[in-house]
């Protein structure tokens, strides 16, 4: 529904501020080392032998020690390619150890970014049970001409997500009564950090006065904070300025009891009054 059909979108503004915002190694070859290990072979002469059993066996004793050093020579030729492997195995092992990769970081900053905190109105009203109703009245006087409102707000449900209530609206203007068809609103309750909820955290600000007030609302009296502030901006190109002053309770679903807006716009000044009229709780 779009209010701006019934009231001046400047008050608009202001009034949706109480009823909603308020409202992210190396190593060298193996068999070059084992070649450069492998002993040479040698003759080893028995001098104890006669210069005659040398000359006769001398021959055969060097061929048979040479061809048992090329035996040698041989295993380890072939020793040698099967240890160099399992030495390298070894050493690449001790050297080069299998790293495990660090653990990635959960965090996404764009949860971060996204943190949510307590919706105030949602707190406000789930307190109450369903069946809980406030009736609020917004007048506005815009050169001599009033507009009357009347807002009907019933709560249908309430869960830890969120809770949803239903918004009737009839208004009155130049004699003329209208009924806008019921519309359910949903209120969250989380919202992102950041979101402004108090009129201090409206861009656009300024405060000029916080206090406490105690209001008499039919039968009942209750304890409010009141905020006097000013808020400046455009609508549609046209700059204004509003003043307003509020009044909030914790014992009121929503929290408003009353705002006062007197908005100056194009030489234009509106005043605005919306005001609790009823509220029965479940």
């Given at each position: 529904m779009n209010m701006k059909n019934h009231t001046t979108s400047p008050?608009?503004?202001?009034?949706?501020?109480?009823?909603?915002?308020?409202?992210?190694?190396?190593?060298?070859?193996?068999?070059?080392q084992s070649a450069e290990?492998?002993?040479?072979?040698?003759?080893?002469?028995?001098?104890?032998?006669?210069?005659e059993s040398q000359a006769t066996n001398t021959p055969t004793e060097n061929s048979t020690q040479t061809e048992e050093n090329a035996e040698q020579t041989e295993e380890t030729a072939e020793q040698t390619p099967e240890e160099a492997p399992s030495e390298t195995i070894s050493e690449d092992t001790q050297q080069t150890p299998e790293e495990t990769p660090p653990a990635e970081s959960t965090s996404d900053p764009e949860e971060s970014s996204a943190e949510t905190v307590d919706n105030p109105q949602y707190l406000s009203w789930a307190k109450f049970g369903v069946g809980?109703?406030?009736?609020?009245?917004?007048t506005t006087e815009t050169d001599g001409a009033t507009q009357k409102a009347t807002l009907t707000q019933t709560l249908t449900e309430v869960n830890p997500e969120s809770l949803t209530y239903q918004l009737n609206i009839n208004t009155t203007f130049n004699g003329q009564d209208m009924e806008m068809p019921g519309i359910e609103q949903t209120v969250p309750a989380k919202i992102p950090a950041g979101t402004p909820t108090r009129p201090a955290q409206v861009p656009g600000v300024k405060i000029i006065e916080e206090k406490k007030e105690s209001l008499t609302i039919g039968q009942k009296t209750y304890k409010t904070r009141v905020t006097k502030f000013e808020?400046?901006?455009?609508?549609?190109?046209?700059?204004?300025?509003?003043?307003?002053?509020?009044?909030?309770?914790d014992d009121v679903p929503g929290s408003t009891v009353r705002m006062e807006t007197v908005t100056n716009i194009g030489g234009m000044s509106t005043k605005t009054i919306l005001a609790l009229k009823q509220v029965d709780t479940k």
């Open positions: 008050t608009l503004l202001v009034v949706s501020i109480s009823l909603g915002a308020l409202l992210t190694a190396c190593m060298k070859p193996q068999d070059q290990q492998t002993p040479q072979p040698q003759i080893t002469e028995d001098i104890s032998l006669s210069e809980t109703r406030i009736v609020l009245e917004n808020i400046q901006g455009s609508d549609e190109n046209n700059p204004f300025t509003s003043t307003a002053t509020l009044w909030e309770s």
